[in-house]
């Protein structure tokens, strides 16, 4: 299906996008998006036999790789339906497909978690999930600042929301975001206190990817 089209005016970066309907993108450049793109944590798979009734069960007890990807601008979000959508910002065409043909498109919708950990006047996005198609975890993570938009998502969020992508293109007096058709439905999300992320082995690990980036833009 052809890519839907809505823009608005350049404010909408920090205010409401009356024609697009999109209440704004929050976005920070980060200079980490070809590093963490080709970053791979590499885990050995081992196995763990179990011999029990006279059969052996073989469980896994290690993880696969995983693949840290920041190659996006932001997120953006969208109230005016039934459920809330939580869209993945994109500056490059080629970028946004990879990540949906190669990563987004094979998650289950039932195994994708998407994680806010607020710290202060900002908050962590952290999007992830696992997939036996797929030879990583991949990993989207982003240091964003808190909005109004974001706090009127985290107010009417009521257990489901739904993903999806857009492009960026700046024109000469504002932007035009194309939706594309692509959408996952996400139910496991989490808003978490800045003392719960060491909960999740992921979350801590992004978080602490994420402050290390910010400490050396300061």
Known sequence: MAPKYKSCSRDGLATACSSARITGIDYMWSNLSRSLSASVEKIKILYLIIKYDHQLLKLLVTDKPIRWFDAFMGVGYEFYEVRTKVILIFDK????????????????????????????????????????????????????????NYKAFKKDYEGAALLRLALYRPTRDSYELELFDYTKRVTDVMFLEDALREKDNIVLKSSNILRGSTQRRC
């Open 93 to 148: 065409r080629k970028t946004l497909f990879d990540a949906w043909k190669k990563v987004i498109k094979w998650w289950p919708d039932h195994e994708i978690k998407m994680r806010f950990v607020e710290t202060n006047h900002s908050y962590e996005f952290i999007l992830y999930a696992d997939s036996v198609a797929l030879d990583a975890r991949w990993v989207f993570l982003k240091a964003l600042k808190v909005s109004e």
